[in-house]
């Protein structure tokens, strides 16, 4: 069965640095987003991403993120300047479809600021 | 507030049980529902979805029920098995929107052999 695959898997990374997490989304999907999980919370949406362009942004999503399709297979999400708050769970997702169609996730990259 | 709560965090049942998860929502424009598995260490796992013009959809071994008349959703496990031990989340997909899922806080369901 296709899955959305991720990499890293934990990613360490010191305050203030750059980190680029990559996903995989599955072959025939057309709608990426990506979502967080700090620790012990529920998932929250960060972006969703549709015709190489941003469909909708949460309020979590400001200019220190960025997303970005660079070919036909892979799909990342860069934090600049990270800051300790950043420090979760990054869960990337796609679906055939936007509202109708269930989004079938990755496992994630553990994101841990220092 | 939170658009989509759950009523218990955790849920402890005894193998070979049925268990039932609830969720409470609060936006009445949601139209699209899905109840996620996760595992410790995994990303969510889609087990199944409903939409707003359905009240019930059944799986295999699962059935979800919706009642938009008091904004309630609920997971339905037939004879839970050790390794449905995990923590489920309801999420919804608002009417109009581009696919941003809102989940709830999850409740924790613990199988006792």
């Known amino acids: 069965e296709p899955e959305v695959t991720q990499t890293p898997s934990h990613q360490v990374t010191q305050m203030g640095q750059e980190v680029i997490l990559r996903c995989v989304p599955i072959s025939n999907h057309l709608y990426f987003y990506w979502y967080r999980q700090i620790l012990g919370q529920k998932v929250e949406f960060l972006v969703s991403f549709y015709n190489n362009e941003i469909s909708e942004k949460s309020e979590i999503f400001d200019d220190q993120f960025s997303v970005e399709r660079p070919d036909g297979s892979n799909f990342t999400l860069k934090i600049r300047s990270t800051k300790l708050e950043d420090s979760a769970m990054y869960f990337c997702a796609s679906s055939v479809e936007g509202s109708n169609q269930p989004q079938h996730f990755g496992d994630g990259t553990r994101l841990s600021i220092l | 507030g939170e658009s989509v709560g759950l009523h218990l965090p955790t849920l402890s049942v005894q193998e070979g049980d049925n268990s039932i998860i609830n969720c409470a929502y609060s936006n009445s424009a949601s139209d699209y529902f899905i109840w996620y598995k996760q595992e410790s260490g995994k990303g969510p796992q889609f087990i199944i979805d409903i939409r707003s013009n359905m009240d019930k959809r059944q799986g295999q071994r699962v059935t979800v029920l919706l009642n938009k008349t008091v904004k309630h959703l609920s997971l339905q496990i037939a004879a839970t098995q050790p390794g449905d031990s995990a923590v489920y989340f309801c999420?919804?997909?608002?009417?109009?929107?581009?696919?941003?899922?809102?989940f709830g806080k999850g409740t924790k369901l613990s199988v006792k052999p």
């Open positions: 999420a919804e997909i608002s009417g109009g929107s581009q696919g941003n899922l809102i």
